[in-house]
């Protein structure tokens, strides 16, 4: 559990080291989109807020409101050396909510449950470690020395149609200039399939969007506007925010849409600290091997039972041993 849970919260994390830049004034807003979101100036620290929240009404497992939150501090320890980092991942859907956490002090690391934190034994730590630097060591040979989402072949400078200025306005302290447009639906499309043929590592996961699929989506979207505030003298990614409403579609039956990206303190220090009263992570795992998630609510015995195949995934997770692309793969198991 602690091995994928921090693989997850390292990947969220990456995604948010997409946004950099250089100062200047009276720039086109090409000229903004494309420093805000091409690597460049480095983010070595700060905190991260992402949301998506909705309610997909027609849709098996998304028909009704459910809400999805990354929240936390992050900071580099340098060059080779695991980040520091404090994230919680807490999801609200179908009645039930659930909160995981990852604690990273560079040496030593802790997976939290629902607000109770275990302590990661040395050596597994040191195995996900180890293969997080190898990981990052090979990206920087291939050029991709700083993550982003330009790396997964992302570009949500495509998503915005019309884009122009808005003024300016403060977020977190931070004077940025606002960008508003549209949303080229089939432009966000090209990018969702991009990223599930770079997923498709298990028979799991479908390689791309069928072009029904593909039809049925963009008929469904009634309005949708994109929104972005990047940082006036820096140009480094403050806000990002996605909105769709949907209507009537096929299977689709209506509803809305919202991703939030926000990022504060940037390249000011975090105190990040081990968490306080953590248990052994043995506590955690015997509680997951009886089928139960510690804590979370709409549970009247205080947990709630693992979703089917879940005794699958926690046996791909044994078998991984630490290795990030192996963890990668077992989250297709998840719910199947």
Not at 132 to 142: G, H, P
């Amino acid at each position: 559990m602690s091995r994928p849970a921090f693989a997850l919260l390292l990947c969220a994390f990456a995604l948010t080291l997409s946004a950099c830049g250089s100062s200047s004034t009276g720039e086109s807003v090409d000229s903004l989109l494309r420093k805000t979101f091409t690597s460049g100036e480095s983010v070595d620290s700060g905190k991260v807020s992402a949301r998506l929240e909705g309610d997909v009404r027609g849709i098996q497992g998304l028909d009704g409101p459910f809400r999805v939150r990354l929240d936390g501090p992050f900071e580099s320890a340098g060059k080779d050396k695991l980040p520091r980092f404090d994230f919680t991942l807490a999801i609200t859907m179908s009645g039930q909510s659930f909160s995981a956490g990852g604690v990273s002090t560079g040496d030593k690391g802790w997976l939290r449950v629902n607000g109770q934190a275990y302590a990661v034994p040395d050596a597994l730590f040191g195995k996900f470690r180890d293969s997080y630097l190898s990981t990052a060591r090979k990206s920087a040979k291939e050029g991709k020395a700083s993550p982003s989402l330009a790396a997964l072949g992302i570009d949500p400078r495509g998503w915005l149609r019309d884009a122009r200025k808005a003024g300016e306005a403060d977020v977190g302290g931070t004077n940025t200039i606002h960008i508003t447009g549209g949303l080229n639906v089939a432009r966000l499309l090209d990018d969702v399939n991009r990223l599930l043929n770079r997923a498709n590592t298990t028979q799991q996961l479908p390689s791309r969007l069928t072009d029904a699929q593909r039809r049925d989506l963009q008929r469904a979207v009634r309005s949708a506007s994109v929104d972005v505030y990047t940082g006036k003298d820096d140009k480094l990614l403050r806000r990002l925010d996605v909105r769709l409403a949907l209507k009537r579609s096929g299977e689709v039956q209506g509803g809305n849409l919202r991703f939030q990206l926000q990022m504060d303190a940037i390249n000011r220090h975090q105190d990040i600290r081990p968490p306080s009263n953590a248990k052994p992570l043995d506590e955690l795992a015997n509680t997951l091997r009886n089928g139960v998630l510690p804590g979370a609510s709409g549970s009247a015995q205080g947990g709630a039972t693992l979703p089917q195949g879940g005794s699958a995934y926690l046996q791909c997770l044994e078998s991984a041993r630490g290795d990030v692309a192996k963890l990668q793969r077992c989250a297709a198991l998840q719910g199947k």
